[in-house]
Nanobody, 115 residues
Framework: QGQLVESGGGLVQPGGSLRLSCAAS????????MAWYRQAPAKQRELVAA???????NYADSVKGRFTISRDNAKRTVFLQMNSLKPEDTAVYYC?????????WGQGTQVTVSS
């Protein structure tokens, strides 16, 4: 019901930018909370940013001021604009849709920040 497909990852130099997208296939998107998580090698998955159905946002302290989450309900897509990227931002980034007590995850997209 909440199939998610991420895109936009890749290799970028420190200080560069990337924009991740996550497209949802179902109409529950507009009522759902959307979030981006990331998981670096040998580390736990962590919340990066979230946006509620009403547009309220919250961010991990490590990305505040650099990353921006947004959503387009008409396109059923959530975005993560990532600026001033650092090597420590390297991870697989996952999109999550939360609708009531149900969570749905995307397959992830690799982001590598390296010179």
């Amino acid at each position: 019901q909440g199939q998610l497909v991420e895109s936009g990852g890749g290799l970028v130099q420190p200080g560069g930018s990337l924009r991740l997208s996550c497209a949802a296939s179902r109409t529950i998107f507009s009522q759902a909370t959307m979030a981006w998580y990331r998981q670096a090698p040998a580390k736990q998955r962590e919340l990066v940013a979230a946006i509620s159905s009403g547009g309220s946002t919250n961010y991990a302290d490590s990305v505040k001021g650099r990353f921006t989450i947004s959503r387009d309900n008409a396109k059923r897509t959530v975005f993560l604009q990532m600026n001033s990227l650092k090597p420590e931002d390297t991870a697989v980034y996952y999109c999550k849709l939360t609708y009531y007590l149900n969570n749905y995850w995307g397959q992830g997209t690799q982001v590598t920040v390296s010179s």
